[in-house]
């Protein structure tokens, strides 16, 4: 079984240019999520999705963030304009279920260096 | 308030010596405990999981975890490590309320197993 697939892997741009990172779930995998891992910190949530709906999205910045999940498959987070404070890894997830028992199955994320 | 503590960032340890990971949490509510292992750029990789029954649960690569309610804690743990247990370890946790599936992690635990 092919795991959750990401890319790029690595990103450099400068501050206040936009950048876009592409997640390719398990095949059928309702759950999506997105999360934000600062260097020293465990990953945070920013938005998770059941197939193409948003399910939760309130840790997301949506000043600059923005994230689609096309036709309940891939998705794509957006940045516009990227800030120093968003260099971090972005790992995506996914899931079966929303169900409290769901395993999460994470891809090797996009590491993001603003500067 | 609902929270996630790893008590260590980082734990020396020599090769074939026993090592335990330490995470706390404080919840009003029930909890479905996690430890996730994530290697130099990969993603994160499910290790165990405590779901319900036995409080002893064991997972992968040799590694067990011991869930105390009376003491909000699921300490990971293993006899004997080697040096490619290497690694960053997540505490995760979900707490039951609300209708959908969130993760909130611990800050981490850097494991450096020594020769």
């Known amino acids: 079984e092919a795991g959750v697939a990401q890319s790029p892997r690595y990103k450099i741009i400068e501050k206040r240019q936009s950048v876009a990172f592409w997640c390719n779930p398990i095949s059928g995998h309702a759950t999506l999520y997105w999360y934000q891992q600062i260097l020293g910190q465990g990953p945070k949530l920013l938005i998770q999705f059941q197939n193409n709906g948003v399910v939760d999205d309130s840790q997301l910045p949506k000043d600059r963030f923005s994230a689609e999940r096309l036709k309940g498959v891939d998705s794509t987070l957006k940045i516009q304009p990227a800030k120093l404070e968003d260099s971090a890894v972005y790992l995506c997830?996914?899931?079966?279920?929303?169900?409290?028992?769901?395993?999460?199955?994470f891809g090797p994320g996009t590491r993001l260096t603003v500067l | 308030a609902q929270s996630v503590t790893q008590l260590d960032s980082q734990v020396p340890v020599f090769e074939e010596a026993p090592v335990e990971l330490r995470c706390n949490y404080s919840s009003s509510v029930s909890v479905y405990l996690f430890w996730y292992v994530q290697y130099p750029n990969q993603g994160l990789q499910l290790l165990l999981k405590?779901?319900?029954?036995?409080?002893l649960v064991k997972g992968i690569n040799g590694f067990e975890a011991e869930f105390n309610k009376s003491q909000t804690s699921f300490h990971l743990r293993k006899p004997s490590v080697h040096i490619s247990d290497t690694a960053e370890y997540f505490c995760a946790v979900r707490f039951l309320s609300g209708g959908y599936n969130k993760l909130i992690f611990g800050a981490g635990t850097r494991l450096a197993v020594h020769p």
């Open positions: 997830a996914s899931g079966t279920t929303l169900g409290f028992t769901d395993t999460q199955y």
């Open positions: 405590y779901l319900s029954g036995s409080t």
